[in-house]
């Protein structure tokens, strides 16, 4: 004969919520006055602990608990504040997601160290809670990714996504050594940086045109300024005119020569002067 089993019944999630309904009852029935102050502060003391457990349940994701807690007893003043007792349910029902909710919302918007799109942040949480559920086997195994996607109902690229999302709480820092470097090489190393000469092939292909478009004359003038660095002395007695002339069509096919590249004339003269 088998003999019955008596289950331990099963404790209440929120086992610690204190009764605070006579004092929202008085609550509602005074105007704005110390007293309601006082029954405020109150309802926020005797819900105190709760809401550092639920601040407890988020430990151990990149923020410490000081500033969980902090952020729990926000969301319980605005809970309490908030609360109004004639809509006829209990405020246990009300506070507890309005405190944790508090406590995501400053994940969201404190925590990320890079911008995560919200659908992304809620494939981590599901993903996460799935390996924390899936670590508790016997075998002590990792679950891999086809486990973590039946698990969690997600597909495999979905667990992949939420998997990377994990790693995303902080930025690596750039001073941060590379695997396999001995500490010799850091991220920093590994950035590109500035090329100069693009910008010169940007600048060469926009003039390219407008100084094939220039009197023979005018080219070879802007040749032996630019590229052979003459002074303007040099390049009248080369050409065997006058530096006055040779200053007029050097300002001259410099003006055009800008003006075609970005639509304004500009005194391009000045700069080529000396």
Partial sequence: MNTPTHRRPRRHPHHD????SRQFARIAQLPPCRERDR??????????PMAGRLARTFRDRGESLEDLEQVAALGLVKAV???????????????????????????RDHVWGVHVPRHTQELRNRVRASVRQLDCRVDERPPDIGQLARHSGLSEDEVRTGLAAMECFSPLSLEAGLPGTDGDYCLKDALGGNEPAYDQ????????????DLPERERQILYLRFFRGMTQSRIAAHLGISQMHVSRLLARACARVREAVDGTAGDAGERASG
Avoid: C, N, Q
């Avoid at 919520?17 to 605070?20: K, L, N």
């Avoid at 092939?201 to 094939?212: A, F, H, K, N, T």
């Fill in 39 to 48: 029954l405020y502060e109150d309802v926020v003391r005797a819900w105190m």
């Fill in 81 to 107: 504040h908030r609360f109004d007792p004639h809509r006829g349910r209990a405020f246990e029902s009300y506070a507890v997601p309005t405190i944790t909710g508090e406590v995501k919302r400053h994940f």
């Fill in 17 to 20: 919520a204190p009764d605070t």
């Fill in 201 to 212: 092939v940007v600048d060469r292909e926009s003039v390219r045109d407008p100084l094939r």
